[in-house]
């Protein structure tokens, strides 16, 4: 069966320094996957997808980056933190073409002190 | 990015009442799914629609799929202290291509009190 692990499940990171949060998705091979972000615990904002190893489609700009550089594992980073960087960020993974639907992993909470 | 129109916003009801929300679009989808998520998790699919005027049961959940394409609603019965959590709705438009990408809702916050 397929999952999806994301880490850390939570963050305290000063302003200004850097980001790296991991997703790895098992038991599937080249899934579509998804970064999201959830401020004050509602609406989810699409930052990122990607539908294959190195390719990254952005949804807003803003101070964070995404990569792919595996198959199965997708990185959202960031060089220098800022304060509205702060939220609840969730990676999701579906199949590429047809499949119903996203699987949402456990999510970061990060907070930028 | 695009969003639907959830409503309510938030509910705040007791144990043992019913619950319904709906969600609205100005584009036409051909699948619509709800989600709840739980305090600090991730949503979790509770039930995908895949035809207008579709009404699907999970449980104590119902779920229907407007006539128009362009909305949904999800009912709950009998609600329960474990109902709490955020719900949301997704509206998808699959066509052959690789990315299917979902829209979501503003999300309808479920509080119960025993």
């Known amino acids: 069966s397929q999952t999806i692990h994301q880490w850390p499940a939570t963050l305290v990171q000063p302003v200004g320094s850097p980001l790296s949060l991991e997703c790895t998705v098992e038991?599937?091979?080249?899934?579509?996957l998804y970064w999201y972000r959830q401020a004050a615990g509602r609406g989810l904002q699409l930052l990122f997808y990607?539908?294959?190893?190195?390719?990254i489609s952005s949804e807003v700009p803003q101070n964070l980056s995404a990569s792919r550089p595996q198959d199965r594992q997708f990185i959202l980073s960031s060089k220098k933190l800022l304060l509205s960087d702060s939220g609840f960020y969730l990676c999701?993974?579906?199949?590429?073409?047809?499949?119903?639907?996203?699987?949402f992993g456990s999510g970061t909470r990060l907070t930028v002190v | 990015g695009q969003q639907l129109n959830q409503s309510p916003q938030s509910m705040f009801i007791q144990e043992g009442e019913d619950v319904s929300m709906n969600c609205t679009s100005s584009?036409?989808?051909?699948?619509w799914l709800w989600y709840k998520q739980d305090p600090g998790e991730g949503p979790v699919l509770l039930i995908a629609?895949?035809?207008?005027?579709e009404l699907t049961s999970n449980g104590r959940l119902t779920a229907q799929f407007g006539i128009t394409r362009k909305d949904s609603f999800l009912n709950i019965s009998a609600s329960i202290p474990s109902d709490v959590g955020i719900y949301f709705c997704?509206?998808?438009?699959?066509?052959?291509?690789?990315?299917?990408?979902?829209?979501f809702g503003t999300g309808t916050l479920l509080a119960v009190q025993p």
């Open positions: 584009s036409i989808f051909n699948t």
């Open positions: 990607s539908v294959g190893i190195g390719q």
């Open positions: 999701a993974w579906s199949v590429n073409q047809g499949e119903i639907g996203y699987t």
């Open positions: 997704a509206g998808q438009l699959r066509r052959g291509g690789a990315t299917n990408k979902l829209i």
């Open positions: 629609l895949y035809k207008a005027g």
């Open positions: 038991g599937t091979s080249n899934p579509n």
